[in-house]
C-alpha cells in the first residue's frame, strides 16, 4: 500500500482527442512525478510538480501537461492523442523537495492503462 | 541514449535457489539507486535501495551490490519463491527525485 491513487484504471480514447489522468497521494508527499511506460519498456520520466509548479521536464513534448493541487492530487492532461501515446501512466510521489539531495523513495500508484485508436 | 541498462530480459531460476539481477549505468551524477518489482497490471513497488556511499545493503531476502568503479549494481535475491515471479527495474537518481529506469527483467521462479 502506496498511498498513491490513480483514475480510471484503463480507457480507450481516439486518436486526436485530449485525456486527463488523475492521482492523489498521501498528506506530506509535496513532489509528484508522472511516467510513461510502453510495452516492454521501463518507465520514462514526464515530468515532476512540485508545490503546484512543474520542476523538472524529460523527453515529451508540449502537448503533455500537469496540474498540482494543494490537496496532494494532480492530474496528466495528453492533447491531441496520437497512437504512440499508447501506454501506463504511473503517478509517483515521495516527501522530497526537486531541490533535495537524492535518496528519497519515490512511491509509485497502480497506474493508468491508455489505449489510443 | 539509455543510462541504465538491464542487459538480461529475463531470467528463470529455480525455486530456493539464487536469483541474481544485474544493471549497468553510465551517468556518473547517479548516487542513489533502486530496485523495484512490478507484476502485471499493477505499478512498481519499492523493494530495495542503496546510496554510492554503501557497496551492500540487506533486507531480508534481498541484498543489493553497488561497484561504483564499474557502474554496476546487482540485486540477489536467495531463496527465491515463486511469488518473486515478476519483472525487476533498476533505476537511478540523481538530486532532485527523477529515477532514470532500466528495461527492466523478467524473473521466472519455477517451483
Known amino acids: 500500500e502506496t498511498g498513491v491513487t490513480q483514475s480510471p484504471t484503463h480507457l480507450i480514447k481516439t486518436r486526436g482527442q485530449q485525456v486527463t489522468l488523475r492521482c492523489s497521494s498521501q498528506?506530506?508527499?509535496?513532489?509528484v512525478s508522472w511516467y510513461q511506460q510502453a510495452l516492454g519498456q521501463g518507465p520514462q520520466f514526464i515530468f515532476q510538480?512540485?508545490?503546484?509548479?512543474?520542476?523538472g521536464r524529460g523527453n515529451f513534448p508540449p502537448r503533455f501537461s500537469g496540474l498540482q493541487f494543494p490537496n496532494y492530487s494532480s492530474e496528466l492532461n495528453v492533447n491531441a492523442l496520437e497512437l504512440d501515446d499508447s501506454a501506463l501512466y504511473l503517478c509517483?510521489?515521495?516527501?522530497?523537495?526537486?531541490?533535495?539531495?537524492?535518496?528519497?523513495?519515490?512511491?509509485f500508484g497502480e497506474g493508468s492503462w491508455l489505449t489510443v485508436v | 541514449d539509455q543510462q541504465v541498462k538491464q542487459n538480461s530480459p529475463s531470467l528463470s531460476v529455480q525455486e530456493g535457489r539464487i536469483s541474481i539481477l544485474n544493471c549497468d549505468y553510465t551517468?556518473?551524477?547517479?548516487?542513489?539507486f533502486l530496485w523495484y518489482k512490478k507484476y502485471p497490471a499493477e505499478g512498481p513497488t519499492f523493494l530495495i535501495s542503496?546510496?554510492?556511499?554503501?557497496d551492500k545493503n540487506e533486507d531480508g531476502r534481498f541484498t543489493v551490490f553497488l561497484n561504483k568503479s564499474a557502474k554496476h549494481l546487482s540485486l540477489h535475491i536467495v531463496p527465491s519463491q515463486p511469488g518473486d515471479s515478476a519483472v525487476y527495474f533498476c533505476?537511478?537518481?540523481?538530486?532532485?527525485?527523477?529515477?532514470?529506469f532500466g528495461g527492466g527483467t523478467r524473473v521466472l521462479v519455477k517451483p
Open positions: 498528506s506530506g508527499h509535496n513532489t
Open positions: 542503496i546510496s554510492s556511499i554503501k
Open positions: 533505476a537511478a537518481q540523481a538530486a532532485g527525485n527523477k529515477l532514470t
Open positions: 551517468n556518473s551524477m547517479f548516487d542513489y
Open positions: 509517483a510521489t515521495n516527501t522530497g523537495s526537486p531541490f533535495s539531495l537524492s535518496g528519497n523513495t519515490i512511491y
Open positions: 510538480y512540485y508545490r503546484e509548479e512543474e520542476n
